[in-house]
């Protein structure tokens, strides 16, 4: 699987977008990009992925630049309990594959 | 959903050690992940219907075995201090037209003193 990186941590104002940001430069063509989160002292959770176009669903929205080597996390209006360790993976779309976890962004939302 | 037990456990440096997963119903995929404290989980090992299916950079005294009743086990020979971690399981279904996501566990821990 491909490299990600992203920031340690981010700070948001409840209510407000948290954007989250995650390079993958060198992402493979057939390689997806999967975002999961992580509540503290529980398994972490499945919120979207994408392979080329933007995605959304009832949590958040994926913005995946053109070129691919970047994408973005938006969660609309943030709420304390979306308070978490945000993971940006990349991998093929084979739920067989393990999956390789970075350091993750610590997200921070606060009244 | 995923469900994982015991929630905590201590044990002593030598010592082995089992810990339980259920599936969520009709997976066929288990994956277990090892989290050290300020850490992202690191795979450890899967099992598809029974069989080991990918392994990370863990030592044979790591094993698992897989049943036909949505459950499955990590059991961990010789503790060693650096054991003490969140152990999280999760299941997928691994098929045609078959779901992309992994549901994760809530975890084990355990420390090793």
């Known amino acids: 699987d491909a490299k990600t990186t992203q920031p340690p941590s981010m700070d948001c104002a409840e209510g407000r977008a948290a954007n989250l940001p995650c390079n993958h430069s060198?992402?493979?063509?057939?390689?997806?990009v999967y975002w999961y989160r992580q509540i503290h002292s529980q398994g972490p959770q499945y919120i979207i992925h994408?392979?080329?176009n933007n995605e959304t669903n009832e949590m958040a929205s994926l913005i995946i630049t053109e070129d691919r080597k970047s994408s973005t996390l938006i969660l609309p209006h943030a709420t304390l309990r979306d308070t978490a360790v945000y993971y940006c993976?990349?991998?093929?779309?084979?739920?067989?594959?393990?999956?390789?976890f970075g350091g993750g962004t610590r997200l921070m939302v606060k009244p | 959903g995923v469900t994982q037990s015991p929630t905590h456990l201590i044990k002593t440096r030598g010592q082995q050690v089992t810990l339980r997963c259920s599936s969520q119903?009709?997976?066929?995929?288990v994956s277990w992940y090892q989290q050290a404290l300020g850490q992202g989980p690191q795979f450890i090992f899967q099992?598809?219907?029974?069989?080991?299916?990918g392994r990370g950079n863990f030592p044979p005294r790591f094993s698992g075995l897989q049943f036909p009743n949505d459950s499955s086990e990590l059991n961990v020979n010789a503790l060693e201090l650096d054991d003490s971690a969140l152990y999280l399981c999760?299941?997928?279904?691994?098929?045609?037209?078959?779901?992309?996501?992994?549901?994760f566990g809530p975890g084990t821990r355990l420390t090793v003193l």
């Open positions: 999760a299941s997928s279904l691994v098929g045609q037209g078959a779901s992309h996501e992994q549901f």
């Open positions: 060198t992402i493979s063509g057939n390689e997806y």
């Open positions: 994408g392979l080329k």
């Open positions: 993976i990349v991998r093929v779309n084979n739920a067989g594959n393990m999956l390789t």
């Open positions: 119903s009709g997976h066929n995929t």
């Open positions: 099992y598809y219907r029974k069989e080991e299916n």
